[in-house]
């Protein structure tokens, strides 16, 4: 229902039961789903589209989870929709930048960590509006292994499934910094691949590579630190 009716109102209820289903889907069941999710996501309204691909990358995790390099082949059969869209392969390396950035506003006085969403009263993290924050967050908090993993997992799709390597450098740029070291390794491994591959002169990049570094608040610019 959610993919074939035109009704916005429908869309979004549809998208409320497909959440509610979501929680309670076995890991098989959610990596199953993500082709569909991400099918016309591009095209989708601002909340809805945050969260398909809230739970796109819920089941990229699922997904690679059980991954084994002997897959690729079947993996990229799977997801030849979403490689031919160009479109919809920009915005999920858009979210998946963003979930990356996601970071960890502090630490609690018995050690454990929690990533917290924008509309608590810490700020957003670095280089991300409170907005960005939210759309990635949603109503979840994370703990530093929860997030750590799903960044691992986003990290370890992109090029499991074909994305080039001048399409990865900018998350893998921004992975090289992160606190999980497991992240940090495979963004470092990510963009000595990417490095080779790309045009660093290329306009389009560099403007992606300055907006990371100054960061972008709803129409004003924010240091990344």
Sequence with gaps: MYSTTPSPLVRNFALVYVEMAFARATAQEKAAALTLLLKGAHERTGDQQSLVLRLAC????????????????????????????????????????????????????????????????????????????????????????????????????????????DEMLLPAVIACEDGNHSVSSRGDELFRRALHAADLEAEALVLKLFRLYLGAMEGRLMPTG
């Design 58 to 165: 819920d089941s990229i995790q699922c997904v690679m989870e059980k991954y084994r390099p002997a897959e690729e082949k079947k993996l990229r059969e799977e997801c030849k929709g979403l490689m031919q869209s160009s479109a919809c392969r920009a915005l999920l390396l858009s979210f998946i930048s963003d979930l990356l950035k996601y970071g960890l506003p502090k630490q609690g006085e018995d050690g454990s960590t929690t990533y917290l969403v924008a509309g608590a009263p810490q700020p957003a993290p670095a280089g991300l509006s409170p907005v960005t924050a939210k759309r990635v967050a949603g109503s979840r908090t994370f703990t530093s292994n929860t997030l750590g993993a799903l960044k691992l997992a986003c990290l370890n799709f992109l090029p499991a499934v074909g994305f080039a390597s």
